[in-house]
């Protein structure tokens, strides 16, 4: 698993790349806890777009950014971005919908 972090302003967007799971969501976690401490963002996107599989660790993984979010500031927005149409039922049924936008990954090939 792998993370690119891009700082924009008030925008942090994470794009995730490969598999989350136990053993790779705590570097993750951390790249991505350092930024949003430094920056202070008031919106943070991570992006799915290249993940190739989630377990359980995904959704602690997005729960606990929503925390670190809400803690900087309580107007902190979280959005889920370029998830599979499983990918965001499972989220949704979790209740990640509840604290974020979830949006289903589009090819714009196909628009």
């Known amino acids: 698993m792998n993370v690119t972090i891009e700082a924009s302003g008030s925008i942090v967007i994470a794009y995730l790349i490969g598999e989350i799971d136990h053993h790779t969501a705590a570097d993750v976690r951390e790249k991505i806890d350092s930024i949003i401490k430094y920056k202070k963002p008031n919106h943070l996107i991570i992006d799915f777009r290249n993940v190739t599989f989630m377990d359980s660790s995904g959704i602690g ?22 998830v599979t149409a499983q990918a965001k039922k499972i989220m949704e049924l979790a209740g990640l919908g509840r604290i974020a936008v979830i949006k289903e990954y589009k090819n714009e090939e196909n628009e």
């Open 61 to 82: 993984l997005v729960m606990g950014r929503y925390r670190l979010m809400q803690s900087i500031s309580p107007t902190a927005s979280l959005e889920i971005k370029n």
